[in-house]
């Protein structure tokens, strides 16, 4: 049968265009890939090449014509043994073609139609509770740098496809000195000292996983992980979308973020933000040693790519940690810190620093305030800040994240739209300046959220300044 | 049964010299084609044709606007994956950019699978929502089709970095075009690949164009088997229109890497027919250059006439060839017209696990 030759969409923008020149003419052999005509787009002109073997039978679309939509036939091509006898053979099939055409539009039209063009509803994230901590455990008081170390060497015990990569994480015992003693439990086949190439380790770390490994990618300030960045967002977060679920990153990015002390703009960012922007990512930000502990084992078994966002300085806070043969606490669930009625605080990380002294501050002033510890940014457990705020109708959010955008910028907009009834008070969220970090003493602090700002914002949501 | 000579072999000798020279790299003797037995040349010409109709059928799907967004034909270059899949062995992974349809079939990818994710329906690989350049299959060890140009180097190093953690004997094949080779993490992955001796086959795909600048206008060295020369890793430079010559050279890579003397590139010198996507007009070449690498040194048809010359197939034999391919594709297209468009559920699975 005749094959119709269409006017080719050549762009991803293309609807029509204009049929220049004709290269073959009636009655001439093609064979693909042979050049048949030349048309012009809005950008270039671009050759048509055949795709089947045949010989052109009729030309339907003489070369000059302007404004050809696209799939539009233009010629007929006959096969082997055809002849212009068999032309209106073509017709028809074009006929059918058409009626195919407009099916096909119609069953892709139809699905919209039915939901009104609407998106289907996002799933909603069932997280369980934090484990129970049997009476009588015994507490042990453990500094963050230690539960994370512990939380590591218990997972590669239990795990062989777990390992840590990164600078100085071998022989160095960690820039921060967070691997400490994992070289020498787990020799440097797993505790693998990197040069310094974030991009570059990144992206071997993700390959490691695609292929079922489970590395833990440390980087010895989240602020040199920009560098990463691309194969991070790119390669670990969107994998398992774009390929339908066949496979994924099971990886743990990890180390500290944000502010030291006097480190200056490039070395002092907070980037809760950043990645908690990105669906396919769990971004995991602890105060605590035991929340530190819990979430990064659960973080090293999560089949996920997880952020996992440390602070320098909690990194030598201690707090009491269970002692438990497998402490494991759910990533996407926050933690009530204090429970209080007069008003709510959420925060995260070395926020919570902040917070918790602001909330001591409020108790003796007779504001008893609820401090919620947010734990994980991706995915937010909203339910658990938006129960408090149904019972104190006031919010203020606290971190050290620039203002715009911000983690608390998303928590306010999501509480005004799921609890705007419920709130006395504009939310308040307390954030870092709007300034890279400076470096002078004075200008670093002032640059910071700090315990008066917190203090007066609750007043502020409590009318009580 | 007589060698073939081949055309590059006097550039191959002389860069392995030099490379020799420039570094303490005991670069390998490139290898000579050997000669394909009849069995080699049908299968080289299959799966060779089966690219060539596959990449020809999108370009018209493309047209009819079936396939959206950008879509990157492998046209010219299908002797580079053609050969090296001849060289390599079950458990092998494959990884390369976003020009990745012949690797996909060159790997045993469905037709269908491929063609339907190509037109965003349902049955495609990746449910339709990778398209043309983000697909994978775990099942073949297909690891992707990436979209950012240079990504798949570090992550196809990766690869090699979990065959020697678990001690398999298993290869990287890890491809890229001469475009990004000059990308930042193609050294970075470079060094930590020699460092670690890990087993990864680099795969420069020199087609000449990173997408509209010649290489002699991007690249301070052009000769891409260098690069690797400041991290100890050999390269050799490879006749990618021949398919004799790619599987001699993966033979030889292949072999480095299992017998544990690390990475080692390749660079492939082929050519792309169509411009860098289906909306590029390719004005920055001349059509006389694209016209004499089609009738001078086109892969296919190059087997061609080795089956025609030792009278292995005759023209019926051949187009007997043409029409099972040409079935497989046709189907193909009509699986991918006909295919659903993913459920409106999709939307939203597969982001976590």
Redesign the interface.
Known sequence: MPTEILMPALSPTMEEGNLSKWIKKEGDAVAPGDVIAEIETDKATMEVEAVDEGTLGKILISEGTEGVKVNTPIAVLLADGESEADLDKAASKQAAEETKVADDSATKAEPEEKSGGSVPAAPEVKIAADPDIPEGTEMVSTTVREALRDAMAEEMRRDGDVFVMGEEVAEYQGAYKVTQGLLQEFGDKRVVDTPITEHGFAGVGVGAAFAGLKPIVEFMTFNFAMQAIDQIVNSAAKTLYMAGGQMGAPIVFRGPNGAAARVAAQHSQCYAAWYGHIPGLKVVMPYTAADAKGLLKAAIRDPNPVIFLENEILYGQSFDVPKMDDFVLPIGKARIHKEGRDATIVSFGIGMTYAVKAAEELAGEGIDVEVIDLRTIRPMDLDTVIASVKKTNRLVTVEEGFPQSSVGAHIASQVMQRAFDYLDAPVITVAGKDVPMPYAANLEKLALPNVAEVVEAVKAVSYRS | MARAASKTSAARSRSTKKGAAGAAVQAPKPPKPEDFDKEQELHAYREMLLI??FE??A??L????LI???CHLY?GQEAVVVGMQMSMKDGD?V?TGYRDHGHMLATGMEARGVMAELTGRRN???????GSM?????EKKF??????VG?Q???????????R?RGDDSV?ITYFGDGAANQ??VY??F??AS?WKLPVVYIIENNRYAMGTAVARSSAETDFSHRGLSFKIPGIQVDGMDVRAVKAAGDLAVDWCRSGKGPIILEMQTYR?RGHS??D?A?YRSKDEVQKM?SDHDPIEQVKQRLMANKWADEDELKAIDKEVREIVGDSAEFA?TD??P???E???????
């Open positions: 060539r109709r020809e059928k370009g018209q493309y047209g009819m606007g959206g967004g950008f046209i992974q990884i495609g690989y990746s449910k339709g929502k990778g983000h697909m994978f299959s775990k690891y992707g089709g990436h979209g950012i990504a180097v570090p992550l196809g190093t990766g690869l090699a970095f979990a065959n953690y990287s930042g993490q970075e992955s060094n930590m460092l027919y289906m909306s007009p004005k089609r017209q659903p468009e459920d409106v559920s939307l939203y699975t597969d982001i976590l696990l």
